[in-house]
């Protein structure tokens, strides 16, 4: 039996299942930032707070209505998505024409306005939210117990990454989607309704963050500073895969999710970092990042 | 962001009333704590609460003392913290400062307030460093500390059998100094410390390092972190089934908020060290009504010392007539209290307040009768016995003279 600088194979083994696992909340919402990014030029600084949205907006269905958590997963995304498709047509629409750097302004305030609203109503310490009976209980793999929930967000999670992959690079509504960003008026001119394939395009983004939302709700506490925590995460996991690129935002979320597991076990303090690390590294290396296309 | 309140119609007597103009005192106290992160529950706007409360209480007015009450948000940062300590000295006329949670910010302002000769009553941090390393004449320390909760939580679970120890620390200041006074507790009692991780603050998924904590034969992860990740770590710990597996968690600092978040279903039979609890006489019960009335939740220990430091603190101005900072805490530490929250204490003469701390144990959801019954007392710990004795480089009252 070999050890790997004193860690045990079993022990690395979890370890790294547990990165995965991570890697799924990284890829769910980098994908969303990159989706956005990619097709409407928009950093959305508003991800996070959409992110947590969507758990709140789970917690609210149960609380308020008594809606269970698969309900919540349909509905949640669907009314986040709503409430971007709403800032979109109010306020992101009217930036399009300016640079990056408003739609950047524009949506980092209303982040921080959702959290402060969320914060004064809900305080801090966070709303309980259970597994749902189904997804309770674990199986135990030998090396470890893995909760039956958290296999469950790594199999959601592969699913949505590449159906959004496949949709956008391999059917006919992506290829429409892409030839709107590449050349607006010219697919306006073949009667394809530019301004709202955009605005979809958008609130799809942003139900991502809600879907992530809803998977995060019952093994995080749901707290209006969730997604604060995650966003700046989940911007250097775009930065490295490559700002837009769609692959590339998939892979380096679960990728960065293995390579912070692993940190964990071997320098601990430095979990927080190593993330910021490799983004430094990749952007001297490779600045238009690890999948990006040069421009 | 700095909030100004004025105390009930204090200012506008103090220039309505002739007579009373020439006697009132200004007194500026300014609430510095965490009033938007993980740690504003348990102290945020309620110590606000607590502090007018206090004012209220003391009758200021009807004393003469003018009294205006500040606050602001120190974000858990040290830096943020000192700007805005130093601004109140220098510009705001603040005479102390209360509360302070997060130990790296505490010390920071402890030094600035020396510097102005200010007064510092802390209730919200917990390392010890307050009043050994990094005393100051004008520190008071109020609530509890880490010597404290490490003596009470760490005794009683190693006494139990739980002597191999894991601990998950947060990686500051607070959490350094709570691993290090647990750490030796629980080999006084005879009991071993097995390993230690070190987790960035704030944190949100620990599986990776509860599962190291279950890999190292450890039968106790010592938890020595605070607020909401103490609450992710607990409820990661039941999800990957390291309870149910025979590892038994010890929640060194752990609030009534948290537990409260928690709910007993995940919280039940933990057992933790606190100051204070609501429901322990008439009199905490009648005061914690009353506060949660304007804050619509039960005080936590650090709401309630912030209200009975403010106490000690007007009544030590009232006596010296003064707001200089070493004057007030040296009548502060002169004169024992009998306080409704605390009973009977005083203050050391290094800055330690001395005072009795609690055992509690989390009910279980059938024997819980309400959304705040949530402990059963298990033990009393003297106050003699919680905090650790002071050192001479502490003893101010000999440099005084």
């Not at chain 2, 960035?200 to 904590?213: G, H, V, Y």
């Not at chain 2, 025979?246 to 609030?255: E, K, T």
Request: glycine share 12%; proline share 3%.
């Amino acid at each position: 039996m070999f050890e790997l600088l004193g860690i045990p194979p079993q022990v690395m083994m979890g370890q790294l299942l547990l990165g995965l696992i991570n890697g799924s909340f990284y890829a769910v919402l980098s994908l969303g930032l990159a989706v956005i990014f990619g097709l409407l030029n928009i950093i959305n600084f508003s991800h996070g707070a959409q992110y947590m949205l969507g758990a709140f907006v789970a917690w609210m269905l149960l609380t308020y209505l008594g809606l269970g958590y698969w309900w919540a997963l349909v509905l949640a995304p669907v009314i986040v998505g709503a409430t971007g498709l709403a800032l979109e047509r109010v306020a992101l629409s009217r930036l399009y024409h300016l640079d990056h750097l408003y739609g950047l302004l524009l949506t980092f305030g209303v982040a921080l306005i959702i959290q402060g609203l969320f914060r004064n109503y809900y305080g801090i310490s966070g709303q309980p939210y259970q597994i749902p009976g189904a997804l309770a209980g674990g199986q135990n793999l030998g090396f470890m117990f893995l909760p039956n929930y958290r296999a469950w967000v790594v199999v959601a999670s592969v699913v949505v990454c590449f159906g959004t992959w496949f949709m956008i690079e391999k059917t006919r509504l992506g290829a429409y989607l892409r030839a709107a960003t590449e050349n607006p008026v010219l697919v306006g001119a073949f009667g394809i309704n530019v301004p709202r394939l955009i605005a979809l395009t958008y609130m799809f983004g942003v139900g991502l963050a809600g879907f992530a939302g809803v998977l995060a709700a019952p093994i995080y506490s749901v707290n209006p500073n969730m997604g604060a925590d995650l966003i700046i995460v989940v911007f250097a996991v775009v930065v490295i895969g490559g700002m837009g690129s769609i692959m590339g935002a998939i892979l380096t979320g679960y990728g960065i999710g293995l390579v912070e597991g692993l940190t964990r076990v071997f320098y601990p303090e430095g979990s927080a970092v190593v993330i910021f690390v490799i983004m430094a590294i990749v952007l001297m290396i490779k600045p238009e990042g690890l999948f990006g296309r040069t421009a | 962001m700095i909030r100004r309140l004025a105390i009930g119609t204090a200012a506008i007597a103090a220039i309505a009333g002739p007579g009373f103009a020439q006697d009132a005192m200004d007194v500026t106290l300014g609430v510095l704590n965490d009033r938007s992160g993980t740690y504003a529950d348990l102290s945020g706007e309620g110590s606000v609460i607590a502090a007018r409360m206090a004012v209220e209480d003391f009758g200021a007015e009807e004393k003469g003392l003018n009294v205006e009450i500040l606050s602001a948000d120190h974000q858990n940062k040290p830096d943020v913290g000192s700007n805005i300590a130093r601004q109140w000295y220098d510009q705001e006329g603040v005479d102390a400062i209360l509360d302070v949670p997060t130990s790296s910010v505490a010390l920071a302002v402890a030094d600035i307030t020396a510097q102005n000769n200010g007064v510092f009553l802390n209730s919200g941090a917990g390392s010890t460093e307050l009043t050994r390393g990094q005393c100051q004449p004008t520190t008071v320390h109020w609530t509890y500390d880490t010597a404290a909760l490490a003596k009470g939580t760490g005794q009683a679970v190693t006494q139990a059998g739980g002597d191999q120890w894991f601990f998950l620390t947060a990686d500051y200041a607070f959490g350094h100094s709570l691993e290090e006074n647990t750490a030796r507790v629980v080999e006084e009692a005879g009991g071993e410390v097995v390993s230690t991780v070190r987790h960035p603050f704030p944190a949100t998924d620990f599986s990776s390092f509860l599962l190291q904590a279950q890999g190292s034969g450890a039968n106790v992860i010592g938890l020595a972190n605070a607020g909401g990740d103490t609450v992710n770590a607990i409820k990661q710990a039941s999800e990957f089934g390291i309870t149910q597996s025979g590892i038994s968690l010890a929640a060194l600092l752990m609030f009534i908020s948290d537990v409260h978040a928690l709910g007993t279903e995940t919280a039940q039979g933990l057992q933790l060290t606190e100051a204070f609890y609501w429901d322990q006489n008439d009199e905490t019960r009648e005061w914690s009504a009353r506060f949660e009335e304007q804050h619509g939740a039960k005080p936590t220990m650090v709401h309630a010392g912030v209200y009975s430091a403010t106490m000690h603190y007007l009544r030590a101005v009232e006596a010296t007539g003064s707001t200089e900072g070493e004057e007030v805490v040296a009548q502060m530490k002169q004169t024992e209290f009998d306080d409704p929250l605390f009973g009977e204490g005083h203050v050391r003469a290094d800055g330690r307040v001395i005072h009795d701390m609690y055992l509690f144990e989390v009910k279980s959801p059938d024997a819980s009768e309400g959304e705040w019954d949530l402990y059963e007392q298990r033990a009393v710990i003297p106050g003699e016995e919680a905090f650790l004795p002071m050192i001479d480089e502490c003893d101010f009252s000999q440099q005084a003279g």
